[in-house]
């Protein structure tokens, strides 16, 4: 089993940048694959980024592809999403997951509290 704490949310304006970390437990987060997914009021939970267990591959959505960047850190089992040129509609609570490479929810098992980003305009 795989525990995630985010942490790195806050409040930023337009155009700025932030930087979320996900921190796993246990000795098997090289095994996973690993997720940022995001929510925002009224909406459906929405793919964001992903990595794989090696962290050679990734995979964005559209609406942050040349803005946001995943990373990890397998010797300190954490995951990274660099946020860059933020708009107002990154506004949401961040998730992050572990799992199976992937863009759905689906594919991943495990699940952090979330963390709140807001950009204000």
């Known amino acids: 089993q795989v525990q995630l704490v985010e942490s790195g949310g806050g409040l930023v304006q337009a155009g700025g940048s932030l930087r979320l970390s996900c921190a796993a437990s246990?000795?098997?987060?090289?095994?996973?694959?690993m997720g940022w997914f995001r929510q925002a009021p009224g909406k459906e939970r929405e793919f964001v980024a992903a990595?794989?267990?090696?962290?050679?591959?990734?995979r964005y959505a559209d609406s942050v592809k040349g803005r946001f960047t995943i990373s990890r850190d397998n010797a300190k089992n954490t995951v990274y999403l660099q946020m860059n040129s933020l708009k107002p509609e990154d506004t949401a609570v961040y998730y992050c997951?572990?799992?199976?490479?992937?863009?759905?929810?689906?594919?991943?098992?495990?699940w952090g509290q979330g963390t709140q980003v807001t950009v204000s305009s």
């Open positions: 997951a572990a799992g199976q490479y992937g863009s759905s929810w689906t594919f991943y098992n495990y």
């Open positions: 246990g000795r098997t987060f090289s095994s996973y694959a």
């Open positions: 990595i794989s267990r090696s962290g050679i591959s990734t």
